[in-house]
DNA sequence: TTCCTGACGCTTG
DNA sequence: CCAAGCGCCAGGA
């Protein structure tokens, strides 16, 4: 019997999955867009779990700053920064440049199922 | 069952 | 503008 709890980390599974390639989010856009807005810790620790999962790419999805917050929790950290810019987004210091630009709000780009 | 930690975010000083 | 504290949900000991 599969509590709702498991749907949501199958929701961010979801939303994580249809970030195109060249953008990124943040947790608390996810966590919004899933009506938990206040949940954005929660997704992080989605994330985690999703670490198994090739079909999430879990760096693409940052901090509200465009920080590389969970670079650390990457096989290798330095993983996370260069599959972001192989992507063509620019990450300097462990952040996202241009950040307002890659960024991808599922709320503005996947509004139809609400 | 209770306490602590954590890939976050917002408000207040 | 910068720094610190509180709140949120879930999992492990």
Do not use: C
């Not at 901090?63 to 972001?84: A, D, V």
Request: without cysteine; hydrophobic residues 35%; charged residues 30%.
């Amino acid at each position: 019997m599969k509590t709702d709890k498991e749907n949501f980390f199958d929701l961010v599974y979801q939303v994580v999955r249809l970030i195109p390639r060249g953008r990124a989010t943040s947790y608390g856009a996810i966590a919004n867009y899933l009506g938990a807005k206040s949940g954005a810790r929660t997704v992080g620790y989605a994330m985690n779990a999703a670490h198994t999962m090739d079909d999430v790419p879990a760096h693409r999805v940052v901090n509200r700053s465009g920080m590389l917050t969970g670079k650390h929790h990457f096989s290798p950290p330095e993983r996370m920064q260069e599959q972001l810019e192989k992507e063509g987004i620019k990450v300097e210091n462990d952040k996202i440049m241009d950040f307002n630009k890659v960024f991808w709000d599922p709320n503005e780009e996947l509004r139809l199922e609400l």
